[in-house]
């Protein structure tokens, strides 16, 4: 059977001033994708435990929260209280990995590390037995409607290649530069969930775009080596 692709709508290129009304436009998504920047791990800000709050009250889809901050060990209990319902924490910010994937387990929520561009999969040998998904990141994550990075594709081989040495099989969520376009790209690799920010966000018919992401997506399946 083919893999099913979940396509990630991605908050952080809604328009705010009408949040609700942007948000049950993509509800044919499969999940909310939450960009929660801090202006220090990443050059930029976003929105935090309020926003999640009133996002979390306006949609039904399950939210994924990317936590783009330096201290997420100490942030993440107060984004579980939010209503988050997957955590995505960097590695690169994390100092004790293993007992943040267990706080989020505790609480009922699904974890996962995200990596960006620079760090190797290796990384998540240690960890990756108890991960429900793992997020490559496929731009430097700081900012929407950048430029996918070309070699994203060999890294997410790799990562498939290691959870099934592992005999194990998170979700793998390619965020970053995605769309229509390029999505079969990171589907033949390996990932299942596609964030689409700008593509989506940035079409005049949302559920239009969403379905053309998850049809050049779900066509990437098909070529997977
Ligand atoms: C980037 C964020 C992404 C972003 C994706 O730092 O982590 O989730 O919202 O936006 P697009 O799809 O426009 O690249
Ligand atoms: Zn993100």
Known sequence: ???????????????????ADELAEVAT???????????????NLSFGLDFLRATKSATELPVDVHLMISN?????????DA????????????????????????RGAKASVALNPATPVYALDPIIDEL????????DPGF??????????RKLRQLRRMCDEHGVN????????????NASEVTSAGANVVVAGSAVFGAKDRAAAIADIRRAAQA????MA
């Not at 929407?144 to 594709?153: D, L, N, T, Y």
């Open 1 to 19: 059977m083919l893999e099913e692709i979940k396509i990630a709508p991605s908050v952080l290129s809604a328009d705010f001033t009408r949040l």
């Open 29 to 43: 998504g499969d999940m909310l994708h939450f960009d929660v920047m801090d202006g220090h791990f990443v050059p």
């Open 72 to 80: 997420p060990d100490e942030m993440v209990e107060k984004y579980l």
């Open 83 to 106: 209503g988050a319902d997957i955590v995505s924490f960097h590695f690169e910010a994390a100092t004790h990995a293993h007992r943040i994937v267990s706080l989020i387990h505790d």
């Open 132 to 139: 429900d998904m793992v997020l490559v990141m496929t731009v």
């Open 144 to 153: 929407a409607g950048q430029r996918f990075i070309e070699s994203s594709p």
């Open 170 to 181: 998170p979700l793998i969520e390619a965020d970053g530069g995605l769309s229509a376009k």
């Open 220 to 223: 990437g399946v098909s070529k």
